[in-house]
Structures are given as structure tokens and as C-alpha cells.
């Protein structure tokens, strides 16, 4: 289990929009064999969470580690895991969060919590953010060596690197 990966898909998760079955469909384009599994209850689920997970990365974005920590807390609490091996290939056994029984919505809930529960415990709680660009409102998760991460993008970054670099013109013009 890749929880930097996890951490870093719940972001994703966060930024998609999943208004019914086909947006969670496309959303899941490098997941295939997920794809046959979704169902619209998978939809409501997801945007419900996305609202709930939203504040941990605002939370973080302030420098409020302890918020980070109680809003993650709370959805561990919400969405228990159920932690088990896959041995669907005996070659390379990893965790997966959720029994086989577990709906779409479940896996990338668990997925989601897991990888950022314990990029919180390794990396800090203040390793999430929200986008400094405008308008953007993207979220990200900042892995980068001295937490130096701005941006939910590089078009996000170019974009205001750019705006910045013309505001600056423009003042010295004037």
C-alpha cells in the first residue's frame, strides 16, 4: 500500500466532480476493473464526503494542525476500515482497506482516510492545502522537502507566476 499515493488521490478525490454514477466512472479512468462496480448511492456518498474532508485541508492550509487531526479523526470514526491482505497476487502481497464486499464509495473513502492518516502521522498535519492561485479552490497534498508547495498544479503555479510578473510590470510602468 502506497499511502503517499492514497494521500495524494484523496486530494484528487476532493477536486473531482462527482455529480452521478458516470462523473465517479470517469473519475475511476485509470481503475478499470472499478468502473463496472459504481453505483449512483457511490455518487451521493462521495460528494457528501468531499464536504466532510474539505475542512482538514483548510484546517491545514490556517497552520491548524490540531483541526486537521479532529476532522480526520471524526471520518476514521464515520468510516471505519476494515484493513485486510490482497492476495490476488501472491507474488506481491499489499493492503487493501475494505473487504470484497465493500462498495466503490467504501474502498476510496478508506483509501482516502488511510493515506492521509498516516501522512499526517509521518509528514505533519500541515501537509495539505488549498490552491493560492485565483480562482482556483483546488486542494492538494504537499510532499515536496521543506513544505514549500503552493499550487494545486504547474498551470496553477504558471498562471500566477505570470499574473504576478505582469502586476509587477505594470506598476513599475506606472
Request: a positive charge; aromatic letters at 4%.
Amino acid at each position: 500500500m502506497d499511502f503517499i499515493r492514497y494521500a495524494e488521490s484523496s486530494a484528487g478525490l476532493l477536486n473531482a466532480d462527482l455529480t452521478d454514477r458516470d462523473s465517479v466512472v470517469t473519475h475511476l479512468a485509470a481503475r478499470a476493473w472499478l468502473q463496472a462496480q459504481v453505483t449512483d448511492r457511490d455518487a451521493v456518498v462521495l460528494r457528501r464526503f468531499q464536504k466532510d474532508l474539505r475542512p482538514a485541508f483548510e484546517a491545514s492550509a490556517r497552520d491548524d494542525a490540531q483541526g486537521v487531526v479532529d476532522v480526520v479523526n471524526a471520518l476514521l470514526e464515520r468510516h471505519p476500515i476494515t484493513p485486510r491482505i490482497a492476495d490476488h497476487n501472491p507474488a506481491r502481497l499489499h493492503i487493501h482497506v475494505a473487504n470484497k464486499a465493500a462498495s466503490v464509495a467504501d474502498l476510496l473513502i478508506g483509501e482516502s482516510l488511510l493515506g492521509l492518516a498516516n501522512l499526517i502521522c509521518d509528514l505533519g498535519p500541515t501537509r495539505l492545502g488549498v490552491c493560492a492561485a485565483t480562482p482556483c479552490t483546488n486542494v492538494y497534498v504537499d510532499t515536496s522537502p521543506n513544505q514549500s508547495r503552493r499550487y494545486c498544479s504547474e498551470r496553477c503555479s504558471s498562471r500566477a507566476n505570470v499574473a504576478a510578473y505582469r502586476a509587477r510590470q505594470k506598476a513599475a510602468a506606472g
